[in-house]
């Protein structure tokens, strides 16, 4: 789908570029084994360290998919990541997105990438629907959905269970031709 020459993908005050094997960095391990950054994500179960990281990432390798790191520009620092899975004889894509950097929350970040990720997926012929979900107590995430126009489509209810209560995971899309 996208193509080395496809990048950066430029949103509001952020640049995507693929993320590489210099970017599992202690600051990135680091937002994975914060609880309050993975707080609403099922990485929360999960340990994880370089190599395990590596492996993640060398997954993406010869797929369609992507693995991106959110910087606010294309040398500095990674402030956090989104993946797309897109399944190409479907014509969609799924993405998500984690904001790791806390000093970049509240500041519009994750809503510019989200949507300069989702404007360029959705630009793509071959892409004719975007998909993303969450827990529905997760507000800010719920926020950037709804302000990138994508439309909620269904819920799962009571799917996970989040500080000992369950909770739902609400499902959002967007197609191109809207």
């Known amino acids: 789908m996208l193509e080395a020459g496809d990048f950066p993908i430029q949103g509001r005050g952020v640049v995507l570029v693929p993320f590489r ?21 099922n990485q929360r179960f999960r340990t994880h360290d370089a190599d395990s990281c590596r492996r993640y990432l060398a997954s993406f390798a010869g797929t369609d998919n992507l693995f991106l790191s959110i910087r606010r520009d294309p040398q500095g620092d990674a402030i956090g990541t989104m993946t797309a899975y897109v399944q190409r004889p479907h014509g969609t894509a799924d993405i998500g997105i984690m904001v790791g950097a806390r000093a970049a929350w509240g500041r519009g970040y994750g809503q510019a990438a989200w949507d300069a990720l989702l404007a360029r997926l959705l630009a793509d012929p071959r892409i004719r629907k ?17 302000r990138a126009g994508m439309t909620h489509e269904a819920t799962r209810r009571a799917q996970e269970i989040v500080e000992g209560r369950p909770e739902d995971v609400v499902h959002y899309a967007r197609f191109a031709d809207r």
């Open 21 to 41: 094997d210099e970017d599992v960095t202690p600051a990135y391990l680091g937002w994975l084994a914060d609880p309050e950054v993975v707080r609403f994500s």
């Open 130 to 146: 975007v998909t993303g979900g969450t827990l529905s107590c997760n507000r800010a995430m719920v926020r950037i959905m709804e």
